[in-house]
């Protein structure tokens, strides 16, 4: 599992923590944002689980914007999530859920 913070230094730092691994790794606030994820455990309510790919809105936390993307299944149960504009600390461990307005169409964990 991974966590995220501020580094309160004299750089402009984020801190990671590998709870797994017991590690903590710094990095540059730009290294946050990722254009594409991998997500595992897919699962769909409103429709089939995709034959092929789709476009919709995606959104990574609680309360995070939706971004657009496009959801690539590459199994019957994991896809590949392409965002049309990057998102900040998608994290592995976290849920992402996918929507058509105001429907949730499903959703899956973050690799």
């Known amino acids: 599992m991974f966590a995220y913070g501020t580094y309160d230094g ?3 730092s984020q801190y990671f923590r590998d709870m797994a ?3 903590i790794i710094l990095g540059k606030s730009d290294e946050l ?3 594409k994820i991998i997500g595992k ?3 769909f309510s409103a429709i089939d689980f995709p034959s092929g790919d789709i ?3 995606v959104r990574i ?3 995070a914007p939706f971004v ?3 959801l690539i299944p590459t199994s019957d ?3 590949i999530i392409e965002f049309k504009s990057p998102v900040r600390a998608a994290t592995p461990g976290q849920s992402a859920g996918f929507y058509d307005g105001d429907v949730l169409l499903g959703g899956c964990i973050m690799k």
Do not use: G, T
């Open 61 to 63: 936390r609680y309360r």
């Open 10 to 12: 004299p750089f402009d």
């Open 41 to 43: 455990n897919a699962n």
């Open 33 to 35: 944002f990722a254009n």
């Open 77 to 79: 149960s994991e896809l």
């Open 68 to 70: 657009r993307a496009r």
């Open 21 to 23: 691994e017991n590690k």
């Open 55 to 57: 476009e919709c809105e």
